[in-house]
């Protein structure tokens, strides 16, 4: 067991960098799609735009000041992982020998999977009325979402969010590579729910060998309507459930030009445009 000034001195060699990688991984990933959305075509952005609301320059400030708390907890927890590795709690093999490419990749879909899962059950257990207000109503803020809001989270839900990766290797060995791969999936598919713009091919969420993907369609109706669609990579927790928006596809489908858009009339009520 190291000493105490041995902790204190490991914390402030360790914890920079971790925090410095979890600062990265968000600002790359979400200020890249807002590069993205920029340079694309601006014709292309409109028709793919999923709501007629747009975020305001406040939405996007309170996105990132939550973001950077998340980026604090979430270091603070991968700094806990370091300790959990180096007491032998947690194993993390570095390197990846060719003849473990098999068991790495199996690891691999078993922790998106099993992610998948946590998140499902975690984020519905959030919108309980009684937890709601405590863990996730500052993410709901983002009626909107921006890119920026992937990590908008309240302190509690931060936590939630950050447990997943200790619980899991408390069973499961992983390769340092699989741990990477893992947690760029992540930030990478959740600045794309975010994204306000349809990012995926027409003809994606009804396909039958694509369609179990979400698509930011999926996740932007979870922010607009503040219900449906808990999920996170997949749809199948959601349909297995019956929490799938019952115009998922039909919405997506409007988006990508796969079908007709709404064309709002007088009262408020939607008809689709010709
Ligand atoms: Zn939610
Ligand atoms: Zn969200």
Same mark, same amino acid.
């Given at each position: ?6 902790? &204190? ?11 410095? /990688?979890? $600062?990265?991984?968000? $600002?790359?990933? $979400?200020?890249?799609? *807002? ?9 292309? &952005? $409109? ?22 708390? @998340?980026?604090? =907890? ?16 947690? @194993? =993390? ?6 003849? %473990? ?5 199996? @690891? ?37 979402? !921006? ?5 908008? +989270?309240?302190?509690? %839900? ?15 060995? *992983? #390769?340092?590579?699989?741990?990477? *791969? +893992?947690?760029?999936?992540? =930030? ?5 729910? #975010?994204?306000? &713009? ?23 109706? #979870? #922010? ?7 999920? +996170? ?17 039909? !919405? +997506?489908?409007?988006? !990508? ?13 939607? /008809?689709?445009?010709?």
């Amino acid at each position: 067991m190291p000493c105490l000034t041995g902790l &204190v001195a490991d914390f402030m060699s360790s914890f920079p960098k971790i925090l410095a /990688i979890d $600062a990265a991984r968000y $600002a790359i990933a $979400a200020g890249g799609l *807002v590069l993205v959305l920029r340079l694309v075509p601006a014709g292309w &952005v $409109a028709a793919r735009r999923l709501q007629s609301r747009l975020a305001s320059r406040a939405d996007r400030a309170r996105e990132i000041g939550y973001s950077l708390l @998340t980026v604090v =907890i979430f270091a603070l927890n991968g700094y806990g992982v370091h300790l959990g590795v180096q007491s032998g709690l947690f @194993t =993390i093999w570095p390197g990846l020998p060719t003849s %473990e490419l098999v068991q790495a990749a199996a @690891t691999l879909a078993l922790i998106v999977v099993a992610h998948d899962a946590y998140f499902y059950w975690t984020h519905r257990a959030m919108h309980h009325p009684r937890l709601f207000r405590f863990f996730h109503r500052t993410h709901h803020r983002s009626h909107t979402p !921006t890119p920026w809001a992937a990590y908008a +989270f309240d302190w509690p %839900e931060a936590v939630v969010q950050a447990v997943f990766l200790p619980l899991f290797l408390l069973f499961v060995p *992983v #390769h340092a590579l699989v741990l990477f *791969v +893992f947690l760029l999936h992540m =930030i990478v598919r959740n600045v794309m729910g #975010h994204a306000g &713009v349809e990012l995926h091919a027409r003809g994606w969420a009804g396909s039958r060998w694509l369609g179990w993907m979400n698509t930011t369609t999926h996740h932007d109706l #979870h #922010h607009a309507t503040g219900r449906w669609n808990y999920g +996170f990579y997949f749809r199948w927790w959601d349909r297995l459930m019956g929490t799938e928006h019952p115009d998922y596809v039909r !919405t +997506f489908d409007r988006a !990508t030009g796969g079908a007709p858009k709404m064309m709002e009339v007088r009262d408020g009520t939607q /008809i689709e445009k010709a």
